[in-house]
């Protein structure tokens, strides 16, 4: 995980870190990657939207470097740690990572983050890009958790001693902005609450570890016109209905998500298999073509939507030899589909459309600094009534990367 998970290779590398004056640790990737889209211009979710007349291009699509620090007390300890992390490609510079983490040293269980991290929500927004498989997100992740990160606080719950009975147990609990790194800055006095609690790799049977855990997020935004939509059904027909009460505005939009995940790795004398699952829910309020969390206050229409997605990643590894295979859906309106989604009649926009995708990947591990990906997203949209939508887009995705690491 970027911050959370510290059983991944950050976490791997904290003995080196941890060591009395010996508190500075200097890390980074780079993924350079050529892609091919079907159609020029195609929208997409595998990295930022071709332009109108690209169909293929080269592109940096990460290159992060990353300083961690941490403090120990005279037990050697660690009592304080601070990261930050930047991402610099053709498009800019822009931060990932800025906090500080402050851990309790009496009880050894308790810690408290503050900054700009990871929100602590499901497995895979915190599974670090440089550890995932897959090139990209799930297109579900990417819109409902956009930049992943945010602003705020965080209590985790992690027994550090080893003879703990909890040393398996972890909770995080938040509060945050809400917009995240999608926005300059915080546009109303709501909050987020999220919080994700679960169980570390635990030893099942011989050669079979799990791990497993429940997320929750509770937000809003600030209404700030008089049009609000919501879905009604009447004589057998689903559409948007609009409340226009003058007395909407300034109220609180609502943003709740259920999330549920689990991880399985089952060790083979030669090989290992991974599989894992993740399923979210809930009530997202956005605008009329996206259901991303507007990044600035906006005084368009917002339309209420119930939602859910999931992903499921089957992981095979011989040696430095990986296959890859990763389904995933995001229904941002369960309550219609088909050709039911009409503008017209419904008021339905591109932003009700859901979406199935297929990947299939194939990975080499050259050595523990270069990694060799080749991925290709093979990606369904329902068929509707709308304009653009009335048939499959063409839209599926070839990448190829590379990734040095140090």
């Known amino acids: 995980m970027d911050m959370v998970d510290t059983t991944k290779e950050m976490g791997k590398d ?13 890390s980074g990737y780079m993924q350079p990657q050529f892609q091919v889209i079907s159609e020029k211009g195609a929208p997409t979710y595998a990295g930022p ?5 690209v169909d293929n291009r080269f592109t940096l699509r990460r290159g992060r470097i990353r300083f961690d620090y941490a403090r120990f007390n005279q037990h050697d300890e660690v009592s304080f740690q601070f990261a930050f992390q930047f991402d610099g490609t053709e498009r800019g510079v822009n931060i990932r990572d800025f906090w500080g983490r402050v851990f309790e040293n009496k009880w050894h269980i308790f810690s408290f983050t503050s900054g700009m991290f990871a929100r602590p929500f499901g497995y895979e927004v915190n599974l670090s890009s440089s550890d995932r498989e897959s090139p ?3 297109r579900m992740s990417q819109i409902l958790m956009k930049t992943e990160r945010d602003l705020g606080v965080m209590m985790t719950i992690e027994p550090r001693n080893r003879n703990n009975r909890l040393k398996w147990l972890k ?3 938040g509060v945050f902005n809400g917009q995240g790194l999608s926005g300059p800055s915080e546009y109303d006095s709501y909050k987020d609450f999220i919080a994700r609690a679960g169980f570390k790799p635990l030893k099942i049977a011989t050669g079979i570890r ?4 429940v997320s929750y997020l509770n937000g809003g935004l600030q209404q700030n016109s008089r049009y609000l939509y919501n879905m009604v059904e009447k004589n057998g027909l689903s559409y948007f ?5 003058a007395a909407n505005i300034g109220n609180k939009a609502p943003r709740k998500y259920y999330g549920a995940d689990m991880q399985w790795t089952f060790t083979h004398p030669k090989s290992k298999t991974i599989l894992r699952a993740e399923y979210w829910r809930g009530t997202q309020t956005a605008q009329a073509n996206t259901t991303e969390t507007p990044g600035t206050l906006t005084a368009d229409p917002l339309y209420i939507r119930k939602f859910d997605g999931a992903y499921f990643y089957l992981l095979h590894a011989i040696g430095k030899h990986q296959l890859a295979v990763k389904y995933d859906w995001y229904d941002p309106n369960t309550r219609v589909s088909g050709k039911e989604i009409q503008k017209l009649t419904g008021n339905f926009h591109v932003a009700d459309v859901r979406h199935d995708t297929w990947g299939f990947g194939y990975l080499h591990y050259l050595n523990d600094n270069l990694k060799f990906v080749l991925w290709y997203d093979l990606v369904r949209n329902e068929t509707t009534a709308l304009d653009g939508y009335t048939s499959d887009k063409k839209d599926n995705v070839l990448t190829a990367r590379l990734q040095y690491r140090f």
């Open 136 to 138: 990209e997100r799930g």
């Open 49 to 53: 939207s071709f332009p109108e007349k």
């Open 210 to 213: 799990m791990s497993a855990a």
């Open 241 to 245: 209905e609009a409340d226009s009460n």
């Open 171 to 173: 909770i995080d609990a």
């Open 14 to 26: 904290m003995l080196g870190l941890y060591q009395k004056f010996n508190y500075l640790r200097i």
